[in-house]
């Protein structure tokens, strides 16, 4: 068994036993009454676990309750907290001697998520990730592979978001090599194009699968750049897989369609469309939604998803646009068990999608006005500035 779909155990099992059943679903993607009704008891269990422990979160709850959301249920308390608020601050559930993990989601300036994790916070959104992984075959210990990690370089004081789940995917098959694209300068990081060309050329090469993770316009990029150069296509070997995440916010002057991309990666490196997926996910809310076959964002079971109006925090029907909306109970470290992104998508039933998972999924389509704030991937973006 892969170490990371072990048994991992909620800080009290007393007062969090739903928390726990609904952590140990194995299926992700399992739907039906009885997991909403465990769904609902580990959302009432979560809230309070964070009133009793949180000064904050007890005067939330005390406030009139927000509008439901039928998608999340129709009894399921879930006070609005912008994802924003983590950027200005520091709300703890548990003592400070217990945080395991202490992840930002931005660069080196601006504003930052400062977010904290317990053990079984961090180990449960693993597990997550790990069944995900695990649903669609990409677990594979026998087989090693090359890595290209679109993210940032690790470096003793670097503590992004990106660059630990990116490494902690390299986890799910053993690494022959792995090259990161935003090298460590000892003052900050460069993207190292020509390093990505030739490390893809070389595991072109080398007989063995290669994974592909992280930031999609440094792929992007990295493809026109053997474009404009005269490099011929490659045919990476049977098996690779490119997984996305951070979207290409600081760059949408320079975003293509997500169908054009794909055509593009599969033009130029030879992977099918299956085997290229976009995920979804933040600091403030580690549960991940990774496309399906489709290339849908499916919520798996272990959370639930709303969207919001963006003026009245209304809940909004199927198919409108509005905040994104995301709410699970496996966190008892901080208080973001009901988190409101500042994303822009659509929700839509399960069945609208056509592939087999029936749980609803959602399209972002980008970002809500403008910020100042700067995430993972807006800094990662500034990099890209007069490359071109």
């Known amino acids: 068994m892969n170490p990371h779909l072990a048994p991992v155990e909620v800080p009290d099992p007393a007062a969090l036993p739903a928390v726990q059943r609904l952590c140990d679903l194995t299926a992700p993607y399992t739907t039906g009454p009885e997991t909403d009704a465990l769904f609902a008891a580990a959302m009432a269990e979560t809230n309070s676990w964070h009133a009793e422990r949180s000064p904050f979160f007890r005067s939330l709850l005390a406030d009139p309750p927000e509008a439901p959301a039928p998608t999340v249920g129709a009894r399921t308390r879930t006070p609005l907290l912008h994802a924003t608020f983590f950027k200005r601050h520091e709300v703890l559930s548990v003592p400070r001697e217990e945080v395991f993990l202490h992840l930002t989601s931005s660069g080196t300036t601006g504003q930052k998520s400062q977010m904290f994790f317990d053990r079984w916070t961090i180990r449960a959104a693993q597990r997550m990730v790990a069944r995900i992984f695990d649903h669609y075959g990409w677990i594979t210990p026998d087989r090693p592979v090359n890595y290209l990690l679109y993210s940032y370089e690790p470096a003793p004081d670097v503590r992004l978001g990106t660059s630990f789940t990116d490494n902690y995917l390299c986890d799910f098959a053993p690494a022959r090599h792995v090259t990161h694209a935003l090298r460590h300068t000892g003052s900050g990081h460069a993207f190292d194009v020509h390093g990505c060309i030739a490390a893809l050329r070389r595991y072109a090469d080398d007989g063995l699968p290669v994974r592909i993770l992280g930031f999609p316009a440094f792929l992007h990029f990295t493809l026109e750049r053997m474009r404009a150069t005269g490099i011929p296509p490659l045919r990476l070997p049977e098996g690779s897989l490119v997984v996305l995440g951070g979207g290409w916010k600081g760059h949408a002057d320079r975003q293509i369609g997500k169908a054009d991309f794909y055509d593009q990666v599969t033009e130029q490196l030879g992977i099918p469309g299956e085997r290229i997926r976009d995920t979804y996910g933040s600091v403030e809310h580690c549960v991940p939604y990774v496309e399906c076959a489709h290339h849908r964002l499916h919520v798996p079971v272990w959370s639930r998803a709303a969207v919001r109006d ?20 496996y ?4 208080p973001a068990q009901s988190v409101v992104m500042g994303d822009l998508a659509s929700l839509h039933p399960g069945e609208e999608c056509g592939c087999p998972l029936a749980t609803p999924w959602f399209t972002i389509h980008g970002r809500a006005g403008v910020s100042r704030n700067r995430s993972c991937a807006v800094a990662a973006a500034e990099l890209l500035k007069g490359m071109s």
């Not at 966190?331 to 901080?334: E, G, L, P, W, Y």
């Open 310 to 329: 963006t003026r009245t925090l209304q809940p909004l029907p199927y198919g409108a646009r509005g905040y994104l909306h995301l709410v699970s109970p």
């Open 331 to 334: 966190i008892t470290s901080v």
